[in-house]
């Protein structure tokens, strides 16, 4: 298994600003997701980070309004940018470790609150 | 697209009772069904993985079967005790690793 830690826990910050989320896995692994999950919601997928190359992005996602890098093997950062009420969520990174079939692991996840 | 449904929304017994949670999935091509475990302000927990070429996983008092003909996974808890209350989840792994999520299914286990 693997061990990831998010920074930060949570964040209160204002409207029209930014905040970026650091994703740490203890291990180096192959494949690295963001996830958000809104208030009473399920889990819908940002983006798939990739080592070296721009970030994957699903259907009504971009990468102005979330950035996102991976330098290496085990870290990862999310930037929600130019932040509204409605991205009030929480965010959380997963990794796998040997692509398809295999187990994904979850970090604790980053709640934001945008006032 | 694959779309996830979960039912039900939302499920409330006394302790000890055996209990069946239902999950379908709308797109076959599938490579695997994972359940997780989500508790009240924190990150998932993996439960259980079925392999598409799998019909059921166990470990302890869970136990998950997947149908891909039919496009349904349920996860069965034995015994169900008050610390099993959390939000449970399924989710299809499609290509690319990427995971589409139900929308849950809050368990209360009363003492």
């Known amino acids: 298994s693997a061990v990831i830690s998010q920074k930060p826990s949570r964040d209160i910050c204002q409207r029209g600003t930014s905040l970026t989320i650091q994703c740490q896995v203890d291990?180096?692994?192959?494949?690295m997701f963001w996830y958000r999950q809104q208030p009473g919601q399920s889990l819908t997928l940002i983006a798939t980070a990739n080592q070296g190359s721009e970030a994957t992005y699903e259907s009504g996602f971009v990468i102005d309004k979330f950035p996102i890098s991976r330098p290496n093997l085990t870290f990862s950062t999310l930037t929600v940018s130019n932040l509204s009420p409605e991205d009030s969520s929480i965010y959380l990174c997963?990794?796998?470790?040997?692509?398809?079939?295999?187990?994904?692991?979850f970090g604790p996840g980053t709640r934001l609150t945008v006032l | 697209k694959q779309e996830v449904t979960q039912i039900p929304a939302a499920l409330s017994v006394p302790e000890g009772e055996n209990l069946v949670l239902n999950c379908s999935f709308t797109?076959?091509?599938?490579?695997?069904l994972q359940w997780f475990r989500q508790d009240p302000g924190k990150g998932l927990t993996s439960l259980l993985l079925?392999?598409?070429?799998?019909r059921e996983q166990t470990s302890g008092r869970l136990n998950a079967s997947l149908d891909k003909s039919s496009g349904r996974s349920t996860l069965y808890i034995a015994a169900s005790q008050p610390g099993d209350s959390a939000t449970y989840l399924c989710a299809g792994e499609t290509s690319g690793s990427r995971l589409t999520f139900g929308e849950g299914t809050q368990l209360t286990v009363n003492p």
């Open positions: 997963s990794v796998g470790t040997r692509g398809q079939r295999d187990t994904q692991y």
């Open positions: 291990s180096q692994v192959t494949m």
């Open positions: 079925i392999q598409s070429s799998q």
């Open positions: 797109d076959s091509a599938i490579y695997n």
